[in-house]
């Protein structure tokens, strides 16, 4: 059975930074991509970042130049280092992996950017 846990989330200053992980409880080379998505309240669920197999990144455009999406294979590990935080930047993060037509979802981490 696949489980994806993500930790990391918390309380941060705007211009702070945070990393976020999501561990798998299977090979991550069993995936095709990796990615972060976010839902902020009363708004949808949006891509931030997404890895594909070998290393193929793609960011939202309100994250370029500010978030990092990479994976650490030994460890079945994709992490999200977010720098330069802003206020919009709140929300609750999910990682999913996809497997051919199978998605899978953690149950989220909430990053809170005030001051």
């Known amino acids: 059975q696949v489980q994806l846990v993500e930790s990391g989330g918390g309380l941060v200053q705007p211009g702070g930074s945070l990393r976020l992980s999501c561990a798998t409880s299977?090979?991550?080379?069993?995936?095709?991509?990796m990615a972060w998505y976010r839902q902020a309240p009363g708004k949808e669920r949006e891509l931030v970042a997404v890895?594909?197999?070998?290393?193929?990144?793609n960011y939202a455009d309100s994250v370029k130049g500010r978030f990092t999406i990479y994976r650490d294979n030994g460890k079945n590990t994709v992490y999200l280092q977010m720098n330069s935080l802003k206020l919009e930047d709140t929300a609750v993060y999910y990682c999913?992996?996809?497997?051919?037509?199978?998605?899978?979802w953690g149950q989220g981490t909430q990053v809170t950017v005030s001051s």
């Open positions: 999913k992996a996809e497997a051919g037509p199978r998605g899978y």
């Open positions: 299977v090979n991550i080379f069993a995936f095709d991509a």
């Open positions: 890895i594909t197999r070998p290393t193929s990144t």
